[in-house]
Every structure is written in C-alpha cells, then in structure tokens.
C-alpha cells in the first residue's frame, strides 16, 4: 500500500469545496484577472505555461516496450494486442492494427478486439489475482500430519482420503474460506501424490482434467492434457458440455462445426442474425456486418429481446424464445412452394441435387397405429445392398441409392461406403458420371403413399390447458408422397418427404394440407408459425422470399449467422435442422458469402493435426480418454438422481418400444455400453488390474473383458456412479471457471461432487422415475473428488472450492499461440512481464507436476498396461459397425469389442517416463502418421526439422528424440506438424486425399508449398493459413474461408452416410424421436415434465414476498464479463450495473411489483440467485435475462429463499440427456471429441422470480 | 481573414455497436488515476438515455455554452464574470458527484482472506473509492446502457422532453443508438472562456482543447461552462482535467487512443481548415437551424488555391495543407454531407461531428409485406424508421430534420445503389440523383464509410519538431471572443479592477514540487493501483506492489 491519500468526501466535487488546490484565494482571485491586466504580453506567457503544463500527459504516453499478446479465453476472438510495459509494469493495452489485408474491395481486420480485452491487463496486479500457490488449511494441517506419520507422500495422501473422517473433515470445508499459502513444493508434493494414489488405487480414468477451447491458447490448454495423456486420465470436453457444439451440424455435414470466418460476411448480400447478438458476441468483427450494409446487403435479426444487433437490422423478427424451429420450417414452407415447387429455380435444384441427400431413395415403412390402422412412415436409407445386381460391393450397406431418370436405381459416388475399402478409391467423390437423378418420384409414374409424421406443437393429453407456452406434446400429421417399388421395397426420395414435412402440396397426393394462407392448423405454413413464433406470417413469407430470391440472384450468397440463442436449447439440434435447410435449398453452403455461420463457442484450432499430436500424446500412445463432459458430471454430480426424464415424454408416437419405461439416463447407460459415446471411469475395477486380471486368467485383455461383464463379474461404472469405486478421484481445473460458471446444475456440484454446502431444492427421484439400467443407492453420494484443484490467476467460485489453487500466470506472460474461425491468422502470446509473484506458467506447472509424478511412480507405479474402452469413431471404418442405424436389444446383441461395445486397447504405460515423455516428441507420429479427419499425414521430415530447431534430448529414457521442453517448442511442434500452417504437409494430405476422391485438390495448397510457419513469424505479425485438408475451406490466392468450398468445388463428399449434406436421417434413435427429417419442437415443457412453475403464472405464496412470477430464464452472454467466465472485472463492473442483475421487463416487473435496481430472488427445482432488476422495454414479457457468467464472487447476498450464498447463473438450469445426442457407432453419428455428444443444454428452463427483502445480507 | 487548422473527428453512429473499447482504452491510458476514478473523457451513451453526468443535456439546469442575447451577440449561459465572481466558491451549476456516478471498488480480498468455515462462500462487496463505506450501487458511469431508454429512468431525458411527438417507450417500438464522446474541441469553446485563471487554452497548430495543469486553478467554472460536461476536476490533484485529442500520439502522427481502439471502425480524423475570423459570426447567428451552415461557411476548402496561398502564408505547413485536402473530416462534412455537429444549439462550434444512424423499419411496415430494400422504398422509408427524426435533429442540429434526413437518405441511396454492383447488376444512377450526387460520388462515399483502412481513416499530419514551437507565434487560440471587446471571460470587461498577478503564479506552481510533477512521479504506480483496488483499509482490497 504506498498510498496514504483518500479522495475522501472533504474534496470531491460534490461539495463546492472552497479551494481545492494549494493556492489560496486571494492568489486565485489574482489569476482571475492575469489575462485581462496583462494583454500585451498574454499570449507569450499564456503559451509558455501552457507548454509545460502539456508535460504531464506527455509524459504518462510513454512507455519502454510494446509487447504482442492475445488472450486465452475462450470468447473465440483471437485477436492481436499490444501491450504496452513502463517500468517493468503492464500499463494497458490497445489492439494491433497489422494484420495482413484482405484486399482493396473490403474492409480489413483491423482493429479486432473488445472493451473486455482492453481491460484484461486490470487482473494482472488486481487484488484478486492469485499470486502464491494457495490450499485449504484443514487440509494442510491433514497433510502435515499425515506427512509425520507417513514419510511416502503417495501413503500420506491415502492415510487422509481413505480416512472418511478426514475426508469429510476437508471436502466440507470447500467454498467455506480458509485457504492458506503454501511453497511450491508442498502444493506440488500434495497433488502428485494424489495422482500416483489414484491411479495405483482406483485407476488412471478416476483422474480428470477440464480445461478448455484449446485453440485460444494452444500449448496451454496442450502441456496439461498431454500430462492427462501421459497419465491415462480423462480429458473432459467443453464444446458439447457447454451446449455450444450444435449437433445439427455433426448430423448435417459430419462435421463438427465449419463456418465462414467473420471476413466472408462481407460476401454476403442477404444476412440474418438469428439468435446471435453479434455486436456484443462478436465484437471484434461486428464491423463486417455493419459495413456490409453499406453494399446494400439486407440485414434482418431475429430474437426475442430488442437485442444490440437489432439496431443494424432492417428487419427485426421478434420472435418468441425457443420457438425458432417453427420459424425456420415455414420459411422453408414459402422457399420450397415459391421457388422449388412453382418456380423451379433451377439454381436451387441442381445444387440439391448435387449437393445434398434430396434425390436420395428412402423405403417406407409400414407400421400399425395404436388405432389399429396401418400407416406408411419413412423409413431407412435405400442401399445397395437392397439391390440385387449391387449387393456384393464391398460397404454395400453403406451405398446409398438414387432413382435415375431412366428409371433405374442408380448408386453414385461419394458415399461412406466408397469413403472406406479398396473399390472405393478414386470413387469418393461427388461426380454424378452418366447418373442423372430425379428429385421426386413425382417425375415418373408413381404410386400415391400416406405417410403419418409426427409433429411436437400439441397439447399434452389428459391436460386442458391451452396456454401457449404449455404444449409440447406429440401427435400425428398425414400428408402423401409419391413412391414406387424398387424390388420389395416401397421408395420414394428424401425430396419428397421434405415437401410432405413442410406441407408443400404439388400434385393430388393424399393427407392433410394447408386449405390456404390463413391456415393455422398445418404444420409448416406461415400462418402456423406466425401462431408460435409471435411473427406476422406476413413478414415471415416475404424474408423467406428476399432470402430465396437472393440466393438464386448471387448464387448463394444468403448467409444466417446463427448463435447460442437458438443454440442452447434442449432441442437445438432441430431448431438449427430447420435453419440450415435454408442454406441447403437456396444453394448456400460452400459459397463465399452464404451458408451457415454458426459462432457459439466454435472454435478452430486450425493447426489441429500438429495440436493433437502434442495435446494428446498421440506421439506416444493412441488413443487418449477423451470425455463427454455432459454426462461425466451429469453421473459424477448425481443429477441423474433427480432427473427422471422419462424418455417416452420426447418420443414421437410412431416410436418403437425402445424407448418405453426408460428415462434418458438409461439411454445414455445404452449408449455407452454400445460404444457410441465414450465412459470415463469406464469399469468398476482399476483399468490397470483388468490387464493383470486377464493375464492371470491367460486370456487376451478383451476376451476376458467380455468374458467378465458376461459374467457379471465386471460391470461399467456409468451404471452405477454412486460406487464410491467410480468416483472421480482427481479432478484439476485451467483455463476454466467451472464451478462459477459452466456448471450447470451448480447447486449439485457442491453437494455430490464437492461435498459443499448446497441450495438444491429438488427432491431425488421417486422410485417409479427411477433409471432402470443403474443402480439406485438409498444414499446418495457426495463429496466424491478427493483433490480439486485449480490452476487460475484470479479468484472463482472454482477456486474457492478447490483444495489447492495454484498461481497461473496470465495471458500476458507467456509464450504461447492462438487460432479461431472467425479469422484465417494465428497468433502468438508473448510475455509483456515475467509472470509476477509466484505464478507460473500452465506448461511450466504441468510440466513439473509431471516431473513429481515420474518420481514417485518408481515406488508406487513402474509400468503397467491400461485397458482403454474407446468409442467407435468418427471419421473411421468404426462408422460402418451398425448398418441402417438399426439397433437390436442390447440384451441380444453379442458383445463385438469395436462393433457393438467399445474398443478394448490396452496401453502400456511406463509411469516413471512421464516427464521425459512430456519433454519429446514420441515416435509414434511419424511411425504410424498422423490421423487428421479420415486422411493421415506422415511426417518423417517435419520431425527431422523438429529435431534440428528444438534440439533431441541428450538423457534419459527418451534420447534422440526431439524436445518439446519448452512452450516455444511445443508451439514450433504444432505449427511444423499441421497443414494450415506448412505448406508442404497440406500438399502431401491432399495429394492422399486426391487418390480417394479422384478429383483435383492439392492445387489449393500449391501456392504455399514452400511455407512454413514458425513461432518467430507469429512475433513479427498475424501470419495467415494455408488451404489444407484439415478443413473444408479455401484460403488460396487470399479468399476468405467459407466452410465446404472445397467440397462444393472439388467435389469432394462430406463426411456423412450419403456423402452429401442430410435431410434425413435414418437411425433407429432418430425415428424413435421423431427427428428423421428437420421438425419443429418448442422448448421443454419444464412444468409438465418437471413440476417447475408455469410461465405467467402468478402465486403470492412466498410468505416474505407479495406475488412472484414463472417466467421463462434465458442466460446469454454478457456485455460486461470477459466472455462466460470473468465478471469480476473493475472496468467491467463500472460501466455497467456493477454486479448480478436480471433484465425484466416493465410487465413482469409490475406484476411483482420490483422497481429498476430492486433486489429480487429467482428460483426453481434447482437452485436460487439473487440480482438486482434492470427493468427495460426492450425485454419481451415472460421472459427474463440473467447473464452468462453471472458469479457469485461479487456483490451477491444470502437469498432468503435458502439462506446461503446466491447461487450463479446456472444454478437454475440442469443437465438434461437427450437421446438423439447419444447416437453413435453410425455413418456421421459417430463419436468425435468435441463433435458428438450429449449438450448442456440450458435455455428451458422457467423460474419463479419475485421482489424480495431491499434489506440484504452478505 | 484569419486561417487555423483544426484536428476535427467523425463518428459514423450508423456503425458504432456500443461496445465501449473507446472509453475503455482511454480510461486505461489516461485516467485510471486517484483523483479521477468517476471520469470517462471519453465515453459512449446508449440513446435514449440521460447520458454522463445525468441530463447534462439540459442547459436550463447545468447552463453550459453560450447563449444569443437580444443584441445579437452571444454570451455565457452560466452568465458573465461577475456572475462567476459572485459564485466562484459556490457554483450552483457545478455537477455533484452523484451527478456522474460514486466509484467504487469491491473488497475482493476477501476471496482469498476468508477465515476457514466462513458460513457462506466469500463474496467480495462493494465499496465506495470515495469514503471507502460499504455501498449499494446505484448509478454507473453507463447506467442506461442498452435500457433502449426505459420508462422509469428515459422519462428525464433531456431529448425526449423537447420532442413535440410523444415517444411511447413501448416493446414493439424499442428503438436505441449508442452516441460516443469526447471533448468536443470546439472552435468557440465556452469552457476556456469561463476559466477565471487562464489556464484553459485552444492549441494553436491544431485547434485541441486543453488544461495547462500548471495554470489551473481549480475553480471548475470550465466544468460547469462546458455544456457537453467534459471537463472534469480531479479530485486529488486539485485540476481541471479532459480529454486532450490524445495530442502526444497526434502529434507524432498516430490517431486518438479512443480511434484507433475503435473496433466499429466508425471514427475518422482530419484536419479541417477554417476562418476564425467567422467564429464569431458563426456563433451568433438568430436561427439555431442556421448555426449548421453557420458553422459549415466559417470552414475554408482545402482544395481552394486562394485557400492554399492563405493558409501557407500564415505559416500552416504544407503538408498539413495536404493532409487537409485527404481529410475523412472534411470528405464527410463537406463532400457528402452526412456528418453533423452534436447540439450546435449550445453555439461552441463543436469539431466532433457525427453520422446519423439508420435503424429499422417498425413493425407496421413487417406487417404489411412490402419489401423495404427496394430503393424507392428505402428513400421513402425514413418516416418508418424506429429512431424518431426528431430525436436525432434535437441532437444535431437544433431540432431542424432536414439535414438529417438528407444525412440519412444518402446513406440508404448509397445502399440501393450499391446493392446492384454487389449483385452484379448495371448501377442505377438515379438512385444518386435522387439525392444530389453522382454515382461516383455515391461509389467514393461507400469506400470512405465502409473499407476505408487504417491511413484513410486518419490522415494525421505530424508535428514539425525542426521548427519547435515556431507556430506559437501565431495567435493562439484563447477564446475566439476574447479580443476587444469581446464578450470572453478572458475579454476586458472588468480589465479595469485587474490586478498585476502575483509572481507565486510562476514562481509557486512550477518543478517538481507542483501537483503536476507529483503525479509524474508516480506515474507508473499509480496508474495501476488506483483502479485496481481502493487504497489504504487494511484488510480491504488494494493493489498494493
């Protein structure tokens, strides 16, 4: 503290202080007249002091060094600062302005960068900035004890964990204060030993590490899941876990998510904003938007709030929450009526019939109703195996069947089937040949067929409640199409079944359409959506047609920015189906200007071969444990016991049995157990002793797996979470905020992960909603992590639950690289300072806990062989394990490691090679190449390269090799080892691309051939990427990246069953749902299925308040926290309410009588928070807004509803599984890391909020 | 006639997206200090609004500018010397603390310093950085933000109170726009003119407002002199403060932190060339929707030969005479007509002009299906746009709409018109006919307000060190009514009760002892710790080093 000064009442303006300087006010008075005495010489002495007096600011702009960084959060913006340093101290920073340019007819990037990266540099000496390893006392003084008693730190930390006693004296003390600084050594000591005892106790998969958005800080996020790696531990994914990752997309293209970074924005000429308030989301590259404009780009937004984008729009669609899909189905209703149907626009059928499964054959189904009568519905894909003279081809299940105009089942190029095998080479490819398919059935003769389709907007039966927002059950909607016979089978085209699901009726076929315009009862129509959106279906016909009409005038330059508004539903997957078909019929995709543009926590890491060589250790053993975060903590915080979401409650009413009588717990157990999604802590028996197990019995490792879980005698931990055997035992924290942030269901968090003081309000699962496939213990579990760690540079909710926090250095003191999509430059982060106090940098800390780890492991550990259950993968010959998607009974089905269960791989495991293993780059990447999206990139040269400008370790069990010891090495490693960023590894895998499709591509990369990008380049400036096969664009010769252009110009298939971008899609769980083709469902009916409030529904029953309100909670991002983790920011706080606000609006706020800035409590099944109201017109009634990243750290009162601390932002929503979103082991629904798995969805939830006591205790 | 250069800025509203970089970016380089931890010399307002400090708009109440007297000449709102003289220890027009906002900080140490088994999870609360007592805020420097105004707090905005047409502040009528700020830097600035001690002055090379921190005597007339309020006292040093155009970086040809910060792209710096011989003249004018082109005849194009001559003959360098003729600005201003001044009422001649942004169309016209791109459409769709006209002539020009509404018809002819290019399509030059331009007109305006780079959107001629401060010689600029008989605070009305000045006026507040040089000490130092924690409660947080 050097001040003693305090700009106390006595001299601030508020009072007319009588002289506020030193003068008094005689000389004052002198001054008063000095100009005005002395005007001979006023202007030269005037002039004089005003020189001098200029000194002052000249002397503040002055600096020593201005050093380029960027920031590692994950916001996804990458942008390039400087920042600058006086003195040895951070003073502030500013954007950099050199990044390459994109030519002379658009705008460049530059400046990029937001008032919340500007104020980034306030944490770097703020007094929450963690500056010394920290732990919790009673655990400190646990471990002295246990240290006296126990000289092994490996049997110390088993002295106190296995002490229930003990444990629970210091897991209940987590979020309670208390934490104590501590060396370096002893907090290392403390979590090495936690690890070496884990893994010798309970296995390497009780370990876990949860960082995320790597591309935003690659080596940091790399150094500790390649520990993780090296170790066997899980490494928890983020995208899906934060309902970010649209699964849409994975069913769609068979991609993860690939957009048009925010420079091809400037291509378009009709743009939507649908769900994505770009101006506060995408800050940095808003301009785009705006000055697109100026082109005479239309601009249209759509959300229920007059959102800060709306100010662009010309358009502004005010729709009602959730209600997207319905939106999205009748502007496709107009575009396939208007301009498929009457007009044929021939630009939008060529491309659908190129490029997407429109002309494809489907079979249909019959099927008995409930009623007795028997109905046709659509049903799996036509093969070629269905048709004798194709049926002997090799993958023949997975050739796809189109009709040709002559008449004949045709099977084209391109699809999985040809993607894998022999006979395929050359053929993966959308060449059409001599194939010219038809559209519709229509186009021929042909038999009219009734189908039966599910539609999800009725009224639950057995309920008289017509309120609007209480719907969301299932019935029937009847509707023809054309089909014909191809052998047995009853086909028609996936074409077909579209217009029939969107309610276009062409010729006589049978069903229910819409009588007219004004028709509010068929699905699909305007008039329909215009009852469930709020939107005039006026305005919803004409958008549809400007939208259409452009796409035909600029082919394809009509783009939908889409983001978390639409995204983090409980059924986002169909909302953004219905809006991607958009794209799909106008022929969007894969055009510079159009498409898809999904921005929620997207990410690239565009060097991503090199990055998962280094991240994951696939240089040293393959594969690696990753885990879907979603139903990790949905089972490890026990929120399955509360749960109990029949999954009949979502199914449509064609479905088969196997839904029935199970919750969607079950079908996750389902899904795990059959391989489709990974599950960590796999087996209830240490992963280690499995292989000594099989070996004692003499069996081969999978073998005896299957063997013992036939026997039951090994059983998978998912069944039963509450087996203190399958407890995460490790779990440790960087680059994360997950307790103050991403934890949904955060109330659970405390009690069942943490063992913390909890707000739950839920009661556990009646027995009749009970799992049937897990084990229900009458207690449940709680406090189950041992060790959580947090490695931070400031105060969280996650650090004050943690038992050591360790001091990490920021953003702006170390060495790292960065990518997104929204720009094709990658980044460097450079130290302005050397990380102050004690912090140390990720790599350095995980690099030395792996060094502790290595040495304990002599005693405890040596080498042993890990059995690894890994999911069948996407991108693999794995997809083609289940043909047609179709399942049998578990019960029935044999156990086929790899086929109908996971992989059993076992990995050997030299635990005292740890650090050496971290510190080199394994053999494995140029021995068995490097696995990149279905190619493999062989890189014998590149680590020769490596070799020389890292250096090889001269020691030690890895000499030879070359060195990653360093985080600059680490980065050099993942630059030398990916296509974007060298050249000649992006030629060489198109080049392996190019002998499967037979079509043209290394060209794209020619141009860069000779690049290579180091670590220096990215000091000096933004360096742009290369064109290459690891991604789905072009950057050649300067374009601006738009996803799929290589696809839609080299005819290169997507990675899905057809080969083209789906419609429909055919698995067995997709049906049961009623999901085969894009529908729209409203959001989850949270007081049906759940007992919570209706939304309008008013109570006075609390008894300190007058009347409360249901209303439905939405938590978007925040303008004022550094994306979704930091809120504690000075600058931040000061421009804005300075603390936990809910945006209401003036409706909902006189219902509850709440002035702007009263205290209010909100709170449903899952918790409470408290806020401050911020009552604006702007907001819709019914709905309210509490920010993302709304934390508990600052400025938040008791609630009076539970008496502790307010909860953050998700304390009121849940993990909820949704069953389509477990599908795997099948053509595109296959498992990827961040690509497919279970969503966190948030966005349904409703709450009850009221005006509580203005009196608040802390 | 009496040529001067002007360092002038644009800010195209139609781009900004309310994202606060600017005031950010600033704050961090020049007022996170003790003294000034409630000042923004650059800040962003989300209209409507009450703006910062609240409803300074408001002349009847804070008397900022100047106003036109009966004889035709103008005079300051907050009245004259004698006036200030009378009130120079108690200023009723002076805006109290709670009139910004009370700063504040968070006792965030108490994260790491709660005791073990604290009942609930530590929380750090707010604590007032001007008595260090707990608080419960309840005004920020950007209170209203994103509020699209609000029933409960826009009903004091000043511009909807003078609206003639009631605004219903209603959901499906939500309209708002965000109006960044900075000084002005006026070329009649009513703030040098109220200064009692002389210490408020107009640079003479480029026209920027400032402090002489050595000469000021905080009396804070400037304060409430100014009406747009954006100067400000430093508390603990005891100064008057502003926003200096960031003049170091300008002088060595780099933009304004707050523009080059500016993410939108939205902000433009120029010199403009002008006549201070007819700033007077220009101030004075009866109409107040006159003062716009008041203002625009008192500027003096740059492309003129006769200007030339003059302007090299008063010792303008030539270069900046160039640079004058590249200016953003004056393209802006005077070539397109689309930049306007913000409340040219107040009569300052203010040089931060503004873009008037478009918005969308209301609801009626989504209701009826027409189709609002089509160019006839467009041109005719300014009536339905969501932000009133008249709201936007209230703040650019005195309440006059038709510049405004020539302002925005351009921008959205200058859509239609480029909407066939983009499409490929032959360009319709009616389009810029209907709006009195050319297509290449229209085509030149595009490029400056939609690609133009980094050197396009600041053309900033450097200082000229090898001549020093040669261009002192040249009158500087006091105020431009402070000649004889002038009406200036600084004029000779009370010339004859003056007193010689006290010599402790140079000898007192020079070196290092003065509160300017203190604070050069601990420049670096304070700079973070002032924001980063309330200094000095034990046990409470500080940013201690």
């Known amino acids: 503290m050097t001040s003693t000064t305090r700009p106390a009442g006595s001299t601030g303006p508020e009072h007319a202080a009588p002289t506020p300087s030193d003068d008094n006010g005689l000389l004052g008075l002198g001054t008063f007249f000095r100009r005005g005495t002395a005007s001979a010489d006023k202007r030269q002495l005037f002039l004089t002091g005003g020189r001098e007096g200029d000194v002052f600011y000249r002397d503040r702009w002055s600096h020593d060094k201005v050093v380029r960084s960027t920031h590692g959060v994950n916001c996804t913006g990458s942008c390039s600062w400087k920042v600058y340093v006086k003195d040895g101290i951070i003073t502030w920073e500013a954007q950099q302005t050199d990044y390459p340019g994109t030519g002379p007819d658009m705008p460049d990037y530059e400046p990029r960068g937001c008032p919340r990266g500007a104020a980034f540099s306030w944490y770097t000496y703020s007094p929450t900035r963690v500056r010394y390893p920290y732990a919790r006392s009673v655990l400190l003084r646990l471990w002295r004890e246990a240290k006296r008693a126990h000289p092994d730190p490996v049997d110390a930390w088993e002295s106190i964990v296995e002490d229930p006693e003990k444990a629970h004296a210091y897991k209940s003390q987590r979020g309670k204060g208390g934490l104590v600084r501590v060396s370096w050594d002893t907090a290392n000591e403390i979590a090495a030993a936690a690890h070496v005892y884990t893994i010798k106790r309970y296995g390497p998969d009780r370990l876990a590490g949860f960082s995320v958005i790597p591309a935003m800080s690659q080596v940091s996020y790399g150094a500790g899941t390649r520990f993780y790696s090296l170790l066997g531990g899980a490494i928890l994914s983020f995208y899906d876990w934060y309902a970010d990752l649209p699964m849409a997309s994975p069913q769609v293209f068979g991609d993860q998510t690939d957009v048009p970074e925010s420079g091809d924005w400037y291509n378009s000429s009709y743009l939507m904003m649908w769900g994505s308030n770009v101006p506060v989301t995408r800050t940095p590259d808003a301009h785009f938007m705006t000055e697109v404009r100026y082109k005479g780009t239309k601009v249209v937004t759509v959300s229920p709030d007059y959102a800060d984008n709306t100010k662009f729009a010309d358009e502004w669609m005010a729709i009602h929450p959730g209600t997207d899909g319905a939106l999205g189905l009748a502007m496709g209703h107009v575009i396939l009526r208007d301009f498929h149907v009457a007009a044929g626009t021939p630009y939008f059928l060529d491309y659908m019939k190129k490029y997407t499964d429109a002309p494809y054959l489907v079979a249909l189904a019959e099927q008995r109703l409930p009623d007795g009568t028997l109905t046709h519905v659509p049903g799996k894909f036509v093969t070629a195996e269905d048709l004798p003279e194709f049926a002997a081809e090799e993958n023949a299940a997975f050739r796809t069947v189109v009709m040709d105009r002559s008449g004949a089942p045709r099977v084209p190029n391109g699809s999985l089937g040809h993607r894998f095998g022999e006979s395929g080479l050359g053929k993966w490819n959308l060449e059409a040949g001599d194939i010219d398919p038809v559209m519709s059935l229509l186009e021929g003769s042909y038999e009219p067929v009734e189908l039966s389709l599910p539609r999800f907007d009725t009224v639950p039966a057995g309920t008289d409640d017509e309120d609007a927002n209480h719907v969301g059950s299932s019935s029937l909607v009847r509707r023809g199409v054309p089909a014909r016979r191809v052998g047995e089978l009853l086909v028609t085209t996936v074409y077909d079944l579209m217009l029939a699901q969107y309610g276009v009726e062409r010729a006589p076929l049978p069903g229910e359409w819409p009588r007219d315009e004004t028709d509010t009862e068929a699905v699909g129509t305007p008039a329909w959506a215009e009852t469930i959106t709020g939107i005039p279906a006026a305005q919803i016909t004409r958008v549809a047609r400007e939208f259409a009409q452009n ?708 | 006639m009496r040529i001067m250069a002007q360092m002038a800025m644009v800010m195209n509203l139609d781009k900004c997206i309310g994202c606060h970089t600017c005031s950010v970016t600033c704050k961090q380089a020049w007022t996170n200090r003790s003294g000034l931890e409630y000042v923004w010399f650059n800040n962003v307002e989300t209209r409507p609004g009450l703006g910062y400090p609240r409803t300074y708009e408001d002349q009847d109440r804070w008397k900022g500018g100047w106003i036109r007297q009966p004889n035709g000449r103008i005079r300051l709102r907050g009245g004259g010397r004698l006036r200030k003289l009378a009130t120079i220890f108690y200023n009723p027009d002076m805006p109290k603390i709670a009139d910004y906002y009370e700063p504040w900080t968070y006792d965030y140490d108490m994260l790491l310093t709660a005791p073990a088994d604290s009942p609930h999870v530590p929380v750090a609360r707010p604590r007032s950085l001007i008595t260090g007592e707990e608080m419960k805020i309840s005004w920020s420097a950007n209170w209203d933000d994103d509020l699209a105004g609000s029933q409960e707090i826009a009903v004091n905005d000043p511009i909807l109170a003078k609206m003639n047409e009631k605004v219903r502040l209603e959901y499906e009528k939500t309209f708002m726009f965000y109006l960044p700020r900075i000084c002005e830097h006026c070329l009649n600035p009513s703030c040098v003119a109220s200064c009692p001690s002389g210490a408020m002055y107009k640079r003479v090379e480029d026209g920027i407002v400032l402090v002489d921190q050595d000469q000021c005597r905080g009396w804070r007339m400037c304060v409430s002199g100014c009406p747009y309020k954006k100067v400000y006292f430093n508390h603990r040093s005891g100064k008057a403060e502003k926003c200096t155009l960031c003049y170091p970086r300008l002088e060595e040809g780099l933009p304004t932190v707050c523009s080059e910060t500016c993410v939108g792209r939205l902000r433009y710096l120029g010199i403009v060339l002008y006549d201070a011989d007819r700033v007077t003249e220009a101030a004075s004018v009866e109409d107040e929707h006159d003062l716009l082109a008041a203002q625009r005849n008192a500027f003096l194009d740059p492309h003129d030969p006769a200007v030339q001559v003059a302007a090299e003959a008063a010792g303008i360098p030539h270069d900046w005479i160039q640079a004058a003729q590249r200016s953003p600005v004056w393209r802006l201003i005077h070539d397109y007509e689309v930049a306007l001044p913000l409340h040219p009422e107040y009569r300052t001649l203010p040089m931060v002009w503004y873009v008037p942004p478009l918005s969308p169309i209301v609801d009626e016209v989504a209701r009826t299906g027409n189709d609002a791109e089509d160019h006839r459409v467009l041109l005719t769709a300014l009536s339905t746009m969501r932000i009133p006209l008249e709201y936007m002539a209230e703040l650019f020009t005195a309440g006059d709409p038709r510049p405004v509404e020539l302002a925005l018809r351009r921008l959205a002819a200058m859509r239609s018109y480029m909407r066939d290019i983009n499409l490929g399509n032959p360009p319709q030059e009616e389009i810029a006919a209907a709006v009195g331009m050319t297509g290449q007109e229209v085509e030149d305006m595009y490029r400056l307000l939609a690609i133009a780079d980094y050197d396009e959107r600041y053309v900033i001629p450097t200082t000229h060190g090898e001549i020093g401060r040669a261009m002192a010689a040249v009158d500087p600029m006091g105020c431009s009514l402070d000649e004889p008989d002038g009406v200036g605070m600084n004029g000779p009305g009370l010339a004859a009760a003056g007193h010689a000045h006290s010599e402790a006026d140079h000898g007192g507040s020079h070196g290092s002892g003065s509160p300017g040089g203190a604070q050069r000490v601990r420049l670096t130092l304070s700079r973070r710790e002032d924001l980063d924690g309330f200094p000095g409660t034990p046990g409470f947080a500080g940013g201690a080093l």
């Open chain 1, 551 to 1258: 796409a035909d005038d600029s082919h394809g330059r009509s783009m939908i920015i889409m983001g978390a508004g639409v995204n983090h539903y409980f059924h986002a997957d169909t909302i953004y189906r219905t809006m991607i078909a958009l794209v799909m019929m106008c022929g969007c995709q894969g055009r510079n200007g159009g498409g898809w543009a999904h921005y929620v926590g997207q990410e690239k890491v565009r060097p991503i071969t090199g990055f998962q060589q280094y991240a994951f250790a696939f240089d040293w053993q393959r594969p690696t444990r990753h885990m879907t975060t979603a139903s990790y903590w949905y089972l490890a915080t026990d929120q399955w016991r509360y749960d109990g979401l029949p999954a009949d409650a979502l199914a449509s009413p064609l479905a088969s049995d196997r839904m029935r009588g199970r919750t969607t717990a079950d079908t996750l157990i389902e899904a795990n157990k059959r391989g489709w999604m990974p599950t960590y802590p796999t087996f209830d028996r240490n992963s280690l002793t499995i292989t000594e197990d099989a070996a004692a019995a003499g069996m081969e490792v999978p073998a005896y797996v299957v063997d013992q879980l036939q026997k039951g005698e090994l059983h998978y931990a998912c069944e039963d979470p509450d087996d203190p055997e399958n407890f995460p035992r490790v779990v440790t924290n960087w680059r994360t905020n997950l307790i103050g942030s991403s934890a949904k269901g955060a109330e659970y968090f405390h009690k069942h992960l943490l063992g913390a003081r909890d707000a739950i309000r839920a009661a556990e699962c009646e027995p009749e909603r009970r799992p049937r496939d897990m084990v229900w213990r009458d207690e449940a579990a709680t406090g189950k992590v041992d060790l959580f760690t947090t490695l931070d540079f400031r105060m969280t909710s996650t650090t004050l639950h943690s038992d050591l926090v360790l001091p990490a250095a920021t953003w702006y003191e170390k060495h790292d690289i960065s990518t997104t999509d929204m720009h094709p430059f990658i980044h460097s982060f450079n130290p302005a300072i050397a990380p102050p106090w004690e912090s140390r940098t990720d790599f350095e800390i995980f690099r030395t806990l792996a060094g502790i780890v290595s040495d304990m492991a002599r005693e405890h550990l040596g080498t042993r062989h890990d059995l690894l259950a890994a999911p069948l993968n996407h991108d693999t010959p794995d997809a083609m394990g289940m043909p047609h998607g179709a399942t049998r009974p578990l019960a029935e089905t044999p156990m086929v490691p790899g086929v109908t269960m996971p992989k059993l791989i076992t990995i050997e495991r030299d635990y005292t090679a740890i650090r050496d293993k971290f510190d080199t780059i394994g053999p494995l990447s140029e021995k068995l190449g490097m696995p990149v999206k279905g190619i493999v990139l062989h890189p014998e040269q590149e680590i020769a390269e490596l070799a020389g400008m890292n250096g090889v370790a001269r020691n030690g069990s890895c000499a030879g090799r070359p060195l990653v010891d360093t985080d600059v090495k680490a980065a050099e490693m993942i630059l030398r080892l990916s296509g974007t960023s060298n050249g000649h590894l992006a030629t060489q895998g198109f080049h392996t691309l190019e002998k499967r499709t037979g079509t043209r591509m290394a060209d794209l990369a020619a141009e860069n051939e000779g690049r290579r990008i180091t670590y220096a380049d990215t000091e000096q400036q933004p360096q742009s990427v290369i064109t290459s096969p690891e991604w789905s664009g072009s950057e050649t010769g300067g374009r601006r990246y738009s996803a799929f252009v290589q696809n839609v110009e080299r005819d290169k298939p997507w990675h899905t069953l057809t080969g083209r971008m789906h419609f429909f899609l055919d698995h067995d769980w997709m049906s049961d749902l009623g999901e085969n083709l894009p529908t729209f469902k409203p959001p989850l009916d949270m007081h049906r299925l759940f007992g919570d409030a209706k939304i309008g529904s008013t109570t006075t029953g609390h008894e300190s308040a007058g009347v409360e309100v249901g209303v439905r909670y939405l938590t978007p991002h925040n303008k004022w926290s550094i994306h979704s983790e930091y809120q504690d920011n000075l600058y931040m706080l000061s421009l804005s309410r300075g603390g936990p606000n809910i945006w209401m609006s003036p409706a909902d706020a006189a219902k509850i009588g709440v002035k702007d800035n009263e205290w209010v409590e909100s709170y449903n099944r899952n918790g409470v928070v408290v806020a401050r109201a911020v009552v604006s017109h702007r907001m819709p009634e019914g709905t309210v807004f509490m920010h993302h990243a709304t934390e508990r750290t600052v400025d938040v009162p008791r609630t009076e509803t539970s008496g502790t601390r307010g909860g953050i932002h998700n304390a009121l929503t849940r993990v909820l599984m949704k069953p389509t979103h477990l599908v795997g082991g099948y053509a595109q629904h296959a498992y990827g890391f961040n690509y497919v798995g279970p969503t966190g969805n948030q966005r349904d939830e409703v709450t009850v909020i009221r005006r509580r006591s203005q009196e608040v205790q802390y």
